[in-house]
């Protein structure tokens, strides 16, 4: 075998080896929530919330679920830090109880949910601020 091939192979595996280094790196994170009354409300509804996030792809998948709101829900949303950079808005699409979704997380809203910024925030009728909330946690 010539010398280049020899070098093309050894480089070859060189690359795949800094791949699989990089890949072992990523991890799967767990994270809960449970989903309580906003202060206020007088509400007596509760749920609760399960997300895995790939650290690698960056990807948030989740399901959760609620029961007992006072009217239907209009609208659910992840909430990161109010202000600066890991600033994260996440609007959930499907939200009717049970719900689940995926989104592709920005590093900057990847580092503030890894922060332990991110809440969940149910909106209903009654409550347009928001009846359920709960802060999303490592499992």
């Not at 948030?60 to 006072?70: A, C, E, I, M």
């Not at 979704?101 to 409550?127: H, N």
């Amino acid at each position: 075998m010539p010398a280049t091939a020899i070098r093309a192979v050894i480089f070859g595996l060189a690359l795949a080896g800094a791949g699989a280094c990089t890949s072992a790196s990523a991890e799967m994170l767990r994270f809960k929530a449970d989903l309580l009354p906003v202060a206020g409300t007088g509400s007596t509804a509760s749920g609760s919330l399960n997300a895995d996030y790939d650290t690698d792809s960056k990807k948030l998948t989740w399901s959760g679920s609620y029961k007992g709101v006072g009217t239907y829900a209009t609208s659910a949303s992840f909430h990161g830090a109010p202000a600066g950079p890991r600033r994260a808005f996440v609007r959930i699409l499907n939200f009717d109880s049970p719900f689940e979704g995926t989104a592709i997380l920005s590093a900057p809203q990847g580092e503030g949910l890894l922060a332990g910024e991110w809440s969940l925030v149910i909106r209903t009728a009654g409550f347009p601020k928001g009846e359920l909330r709960g802060q999303l946690v490592r499992n």
